[in-house]
């Protein structure tokens, strides 16, 4: 079954960390340019980060440079994202999405979504 | 940075209805770019990219069309699913932007 599943979400105080998980299964992971995308309560879509299929060449909204750092373990098939500095505008649903060249780099397979809160 | 701006934000129709919604770019993109749905509370799904081929398994009443800086995505006969919101996506460069979105309601 091919699919995405996030994980590491939840309540935390302003200016603390947290580091989400994205485990793929299903498909070859390696092969494959990974994003993060959010999505704020009642609010549209906002791409946050990607990172090639080797690990290299990340991207990085303005809104979260120097915050947020995207990974990932190959080994693993998991993609992270560490999460630091946060304010209460980072409050979203974070998705990871996998990219696909076959569709022009759409995002062709998403997860379901790990909410993070950030309030006091 | 490329700006989406999406047309109308909200749209009202009604069953069989044919509807179409507007995606500018601020800049051009050729045809990098993709539309996706997202019913409530779920994930969004990819439906149109590369502009205007379908994605495997989306329904024909779905298309898209345009190029460089206009874009549309028209449903030709609305059905009760399709009721969502829409967006739009650039593929043409980082950041990768999102339309504001199209809520598509009865």
């Known amino acids: 079954q091919v699919e995405l599943e996030e994980s590491g979400g939840g309540v935390v105080q302003p200016g603390r960390s947290l580091r989400l998980s994205c485990a793929a299964s299903?498909?070859?992971?390696?092969?494959?340019?990974m994003h993060w995308v959010r999505q704020a309560p009642g609010k549209g879509l906002e791409w946050v980060t990607s990172?090639?299929?080797?690990?290299?060449?990340?991207h990085y909204a303005d809104s979260v440079k120097d915050r947020f750092t995207i990974s990932r373990d190959n080994s693993k098939n998991t993609l992270y994202l560490q999460l630091s500095s946060l304010r209460a505008e980072d409050t979203a649903v974070y998705y990871c999405?996998?990219?696909?060249?076959?569709?022009?780099?759409?995002?062709?397979?998403w997860g379901r979504g790990t909410l993070v809160t950030v309030s006091s | 940075d490329i700006q989406l701006t999406q047309s109308p934000s909200l749209l009202s129709a009604s069953i069989g209805d044919r509807v179409t919604i507007t995606c500018r770019a601020s800049?051009?993109?050729?045809?990098?770019l993709a539309w996706y749905q997202q019913q409530p509370g779920k994930a969004p799904t990819v439906l149109i990219y590369?502009?205007?081929t379908l994605q495997s398994g989306v329904p024909s009443r779905f298309s898209g069309s345009g190029s460089g800086t206009e874009f549309t995505l028209t449903i030709s006969s609305l059905q009760p699913d399709d009721f969502a919101t829409y967006y739009c996506?650039?593929?043409?460069?980082?950041?990768?932007?999102f339309g504001q979105g199209t809520r598509v309601e009865i």
């Open positions: 999405a996998r990219e696909r060249d076959s569709c022009h780099w759409c995002f062709d397979l």
């Open positions: 299903g498909f070859t992971f390696y092969l494959s340019g």
């Open positions: 990172i090639w299929n080797d690990g290299t060449n990340p």
């Open positions: 800049q051009g993109i050729s045809i990098d």
């Open positions: 590369r502009a205007s």
């Open positions: 996506q650039q593929l043409h460069t980082y950041p990768r932007s």
